[in-house]
C-alpha cells in the first residue's frame, strides 16, 4: 500500500502564492509511473491540474500553465506544486494522486492508483 499525505494549503489573496506537498510513503511508494494533482470545486466535478513523470516530463491543464509548476524531490519521495498568481477560481480542494501505470499525454495520470486525503486551497478576492 502507498500513503500519500498533502500539506500547504491554506487561504491567500489574489494574486498570491502557495506551495502544495504530497509526500509519498509505503511498500511500491517509489515505483510510480506520474504523480500530479487533481482539484475539486464546490458543485463542480474533479478536474486535473498538473502532472510529473518519473522521467521528469511535465504537463499542466491550460487554466494553469504558466502560473503553476510542478517538481519532484526524489530524496524525499515528493512531490511539489507550487502555485502562483492564484485566482480566486483556483480555489478548490486539491488532491495528490499516483499512477502505476503508462498513460498517455493527453491525460498523463489516467486512473490513478492512490489518492491523498485532500487540501484546501482557498483565494480570496
Known amino acids: 500500500q502507498v500513503q500519500l499525505v498533502e500539506s500547504g494549503g491554506g487561504l491567500v489573496q489574489a494574486g498570491g502564492s502557495l506551495r502544495l506537498s504530497c509526500a509519498a510513503s509505503?511498500?511500491?511508494?517509489?515505483?510510480?509511473?506520474?504523480m500530479g494533482w487533481f482539484r475539486q470545486a464546490p458543485g463542480k466535478e474533479r478536474e486535473f491540474v498538473a502532472a510529473?513523470?518519473?522521467?521528469?516530463?511535465?504537463f499542466y491543464a491550460n487554466s494553469v500553465k504558466g502560473r503553476f509548476t510542478i517538481s519532484k524531490d526524489n530524496a524525499r519521495n515528493t512531490v511539489i506544486l507550487q502555485m502562483n498568481s492564484l485566482k480566486p477560481e483556483d480555489t478548490a480542494v486539491y488532491y495528490c494522486?499516483?499512477?502505476?501505470?503508462?498513460?498517455?499525454?493527453?491525460?498523463?495520470?489516467?486512473?490513478?492508483?492512490?489518492w491523498g486525503q485532500g487540501t484546501q486551497v482557498t483565494v480570496s478576492s
Open positions: 494522486a499516483m499512477s502505476l501505470l503508462y498513460y498517455s499525454d493527453f491525460e498523463p495520470l489516467g486512473s490513478p492508483n492512490y
Open positions: 510529473i513523470r518519473w522521467s521528469g516530463s511535465t
Open positions: 509505503g511498500r511500491t511508494s517509489r515505483n510510480y509511473y506520474a
